[in-house]
């Protein structure tokens, strides 16, 4: 399940990722659908990077029963702009930035791993038949 927190004023159908959130855990996570300016404020604040950024996964330290996996941030500007940028739709690129970020609340990290993130970031988007995303796009 999927505790959303919708701080823009965008009405967002979170349909989709609950389909994919499905195919990977039975844990709630919480959703922030965010700015520019609120995701900089907290990329800042946790990774000392002081630029807005797409999405940010912060994963529970300990994995207790009916416990939530962890967080994921993401910048509605960035998802806008975007999809813009490569000329799909705004729920396709929510789509790959969930996928992303839910990936790394699972424990994958494309900054240190051998490759496991991208290629099951890459199994999704075939799966969910979704156009390439930032991880694929920059490789």
Known sequence: MIDL???????????????IMKELTTKEIELIFTNNEEIQILNKEHRNIDKATDVLSFPLDFDMPNMPLGSIVISVDYVDQKA???EHSFEDELKLLFIHGLLHLLGYDHEVDNGEHRQKEEELIKKFNLPNSLIVRNS
């Open 5 to 19: 927190d919708n701080q823009t004023d965008l009405d967002i159908d979170i349909s989709g990722l609950e389909t």
């Open 84 to 86: 813009k940028e490569y």
